[in-house]
């Protein structure tokens, strides 16, 4: 106990002399959510329909640093969700906790992302686990989760974040932004005393040119993998069985488009994602698949709706652990649709009410072991408060 005071006391006097300290400013949100899950068609390989109870906590952090420079942090609770067999694994909820047997699940707080830089009147640099911004950026999802890219896999099993370095600088009337990624830190192909897994962890580059043009804002895009990456199913319940292909170099491409139309506002996106490679590179294991995402999105008051499609073919040797005789199609369709009503608002913060609905179909077809016809429905309310 007495080590405890004295180093309380230390940490005190040194605040006191250190010369100077941003002020770190603290907000977020906290949410709570009932949700009714429900399937049709080829349900042999998915839960029965269920009501989850669920809550979320998001706490965001900021400092000014002054001169331009900044750090940023959200912290929340990135724990795999046991109770939804998700352990050890995926958590696949975006940081939501289902409430477990007994009231006995954990919730564990811990840093998602943080990131820091300098912002300038024409240009910036920041560097950390970078927020992507992915809810409403396709493309991330078609390139990690190219078979079933719909329903937003990157925020929800990624965190919608990535170790990486961006700098942005305007161009013309835009700004361009160019950021490396870290897909993954491990070396494959590496011989002992070579060298030649130096290079061989996933690395990514994205670019992107936001421009505005008159009322209509534009946003050509493109990513590529650098070096030896893995894709994944989004349907996986743990890590073991999500990588569908490995150590590949794909590439994506596309724009979102957004457009005001009197007092609503429409958005539209559309990529495309394509690898032809083999695995590792070695080896004679081809992986060739191309794929495409659509998204019509529109915005009016308080309500907002968005559909996307999704097309993949898969010419590769296989898919996970299963060899193809024959081409995989897949054909993704998903509706979001919401309404957020305002219970309270002030400078302080807010209370909002969400009736929610998402529905997803996904078919697969042309192997036995992989063809799968199946619909969900999920229908939701939320509760949130913002401070």
């Known amino acids: 106990?007495?080590?405890?005071?004295?180093?309380?006391?230390?940490?005190?006097?040194?605040?006191?002399?250190?010369?100077?300290?941003?002020?770190?400013?603290?907000?977020?949100?906290?949410?709570?959510?009932?949700?009714?899950?429900?399937?049709?068609?080829?349900?042999?390989?998915?839960?029965?329909?269920?009501?989850?109870?669920?809550?979320?906590?998001?706490?965001?952090?900021?400092?000014?640093?002054?001169?331009?420079?900044?750090?940023?942090?959200?912290?929340?609770?990135?724990?795999?969700?046991?109770?939804?067999?998700?352990?050890?694994?995926?958590?696949?909820?975006?940081?939501?906790?289902?409430?477990?047997?007994?009231?006995?699940?954990?919730?564990?707080?811990?840093?998602?992302?943080?990131?820091?830089?300098?912002?300038?009147?024409?240009?910036?640099?920041?560097?950390?686990?970078?927020?992507?911004?992915?809810?409403?950026?396709?493309?991330?999802?078609?390139?990690?989760?190219?078979?079933?890219?719909?329903?937003?896999?990157?925020?929800?099993?990624?965190?919608?974040?990535?170790?990486?370095?961006?700098?942005?600088?305007k161009v013309g009337d835009g700004m361009l932004n160019a950021t490396v990624v870290v897909l993954d830190n491990v070396a494959k192909n590496d011989t002992v005393l070579k060298g030649d897994g130096l290079f061989n962890d996933g690395y990514a580059l994205h670019l992107d040119y936001k421009v505005n043009i008159g009322n209509v804002t534009f946003e050509p895009q493109f990513i590529t993998v650098l070096t030896n990456s893995d894709v994944w199913n989004s349907n996986a319940t743990s890590l073991a069985n999500a990588v569908t292909h490995s150590g590949i170099t794909p590439y994506t491409f596309g724009a979102n488009l957004a457009v005001p139309a009197g007092d609503a506002k429409l958005s539209f996106g559309g990529f495309y994602t394509q690898a032809n490679d083999t695995t590792p590179n070695s080896s004679t294991l081809k992986v060739n698949y191309s794929g495409y995402l659509l998204r019509v999105k529109a915005e009016i008051g308080n309500f907002m709706a968005w559909y996307d499609y999704n097309r993949t073919t898969d010419k590769s040797y296989a898919i996970g652990a299963t060899v193809l005789t024959a081409d995989e199609k897949f054909t993704n369709n998903f509706v979001w649709a919401q309404y957020k009503i305002p219970v309270h608002s002030s400078a302080a913060g807010t209370f909002t009410l969400q009736p929610t609905l998402r529905y997803l179909t996904q078919k697969a077809e042309g192997n036995a072991a992989l063809n799968a016809d199946t619909q969900r429905l999920r229908t939701e309310l939320w509760a949130t408060v913002t401070f």
Not at 28 to 43: E, F, H, I, L, Q
Not at 67 to 85: N, Q, R, V, W
């Open 1 to 169: 106990m007495k080590k405890m005071l004295s180093l309380a006391a230390m940490f005190a006097v040194l605040s006191y002399a250190s010369p100077a300290s941003a002020e770190l400013k603290f907000g977020g949100d906290a949410a709570v959510r009932v949700r009714d899950v429900s399937y049709s068609g080829n349900t042999a390989n998915t839960k029965s329909d269920d009501l989850l109870w669920q809550y979320r906590v998001r706490l965001n952090a900021a400092a000014d640093l002054g001169d331009g420079y900044f750090f940023k942090a959200m912290i929340t609770d990135e724990a795999p969700d046991s109770d939804l067999a998700h352990s050890p694994g995926i958590l696949a909820a975006g940081g939501w906790r289902s409430v477990g047997y007994g009231n006995t699940e954990s919730f564990k707080l811990g840093i998602s992302n943080f990131y820091f830089g300098r912002m300038q009147k024409d240009c910036h640099y920041m560097v950390g686990r970078l927020p992507l911004g992915s809810f409403n950026n396709a493309i991330f999802d078609l390139t990690l989760y190219p078979t079933q890219p719909l329903e937003n896999p990157v925020a929800n099993i990624n965190f919608d974040r990535v170790y990486g370095a961006n700098y942005g600088t």
